[in-house]
Nanobody, 124 residues
Framework: QVQLVESGGGLVQAGGSLKLSCVAS????????MGWFRQAPGKERQFVAA????????FYEDSVTGRFTISRDNAKNTVYLQMTSLNPEDTAVYFC?????????????????WGQGTQVTVSS
């Protein structure tokens, strides 16, 4: 069992930056693939970024490539999402997710554990 707690959200102006953190409790965090998803009002939850547990390979949704960076610190049981050049379209609740199963990490159904989310609001 893994519990995930996100933090770092807030209100930022367009062009600004935020760094989200997700701390995992439980054992064997280093064996989990980790992902970030987001959900805007009235929209479905969508993939943002993911990092594998073994090689640290990363994946990004096209609209955030070059602006967002996912990273993990296994010693701290934490995964991060550094977000730069934010724009109002990035406004959403951001969720951290974890899975031990190999597969398509872009698909939210691949993940077994989810955090409660943290709100990110980008003003124009």
């Amino acid at each position: 069992q893994v519990q995930l707690v996100e933090s770092g959200g807030g209100l930022v102006q367009a062009g600004g930056s935020l760094k989200l953190s997700c701390v995992a409790s439980g054992r064997a965090f280093s064996s989990y693939h980790m992902g970030w998803f987001r959900q805007a009002p009235g929209k479905e939850r969508q993939f943002v970024a993911a990092v594998t547990w073994r090689s640290g390979r990363t994946f990004y949704e096209d609209s955030v490539t070059g602006r967002f960076t996912i990273s993990r610190d296994n010693a701290k049981n934490t995964v991060y999402l550094q977000m730069t050049s934010l724009n109002p379209e990035d406004t959403a609740v951001y969720f951290c997710a974890a899975t031990v199963r190999d597969g398509n990490l872009i698909n939210l159904r691949q993940y077994d554990y989810w955090g409660q989310g943290t709100q990110v609001t980008v003003s124009s």
